[in-house]
């Protein structure tokens, strides 16, 4: 039995009552895990495997998609499930995620980053204003740490408001999103 520590990002429906989630981790990036019988009404797994959760899940590998036999919560993130804002951002968040990182390739980094993001995305305490001003670090260091350089002479922000408009512009010319909050 292996475990993984991540963000459940995304619950599909697969059969009559398995579910397949999509994960960011930190030992390996993106990963999709099958549950077997979740959907069940009596089904164990069905507490703990709701979509923005953070996690320990237990799996055991499989021919074709690795299959969850526990978890452990270490957040449920309730504050970004009660806000409709605040859910958009988590949802914006792992849209990005989907887009641009490939299955399997994790880099600390990057996961730090995305839980420092999802951590003040669950402070009830950051204002609206503070949350977006996070999106857009958010989305700069991604940038950053993809080699896109957003530190280049042409991209250094003199204020907010510059920063918001570059991160747009570069975010829409090399991942083909636009941050849209």
């Known amino acids: 039995m292996k475990s993984v520590e991540g963000i459940i990002l995304k619950k599909t429906p697969r059969r009559e ?18 549950a077997k019988g979740v959907r069940k009404q009596e089904a164990k797994l069905k507490a703990g495997l709701g ?5 320990d899940l237990f799996y055991v590998p499989a021919k074709y998609l690795p299959i969850t036999t526990d978890f452990r919560i270490k957040d449920d993130f309730k504050v970004i499930k009660n806000s409709l804002f605040r859910l958009k951002l988590a ?12 299955p399997g ?27 977006e001003e996070s999106v857009y670090q958010w989305c700069y260091h991604l940038l950053d740490l993809n080699g896109l350089n957003p ?12 920063l918001r408009k570059r991160t747009e512009v570069l975010f829409l010319h090399h991942f083909g999103l636009t941050i849209d909050i």
């Open 17 to 34: 009552a398995d579910a397949v989630f999509t994960l960011y981790t930190k030992e390996q990036g993106l990963m999709r895990l099958q």
């Open 51 to 55: 979509v923005f959760n953070w996690v």
């Open 91 to 102: 949802h914006f968040a792992a849209e990005v995620i989907f887009r641009i990182f490939e």
């Open 105 to 131: 390739v994790g880099e600390e980094k990057v996961w730090q980053k995305t839980f420092d993001f999802f951590s003040i995305l669950n402070n009830r305490y950051t204002s609206p204003a503070n949350l």
């Open 151 to 162: 530190r280049s002479p042409d991209f250094r922000p003199m204020n907010a408001a510059h």
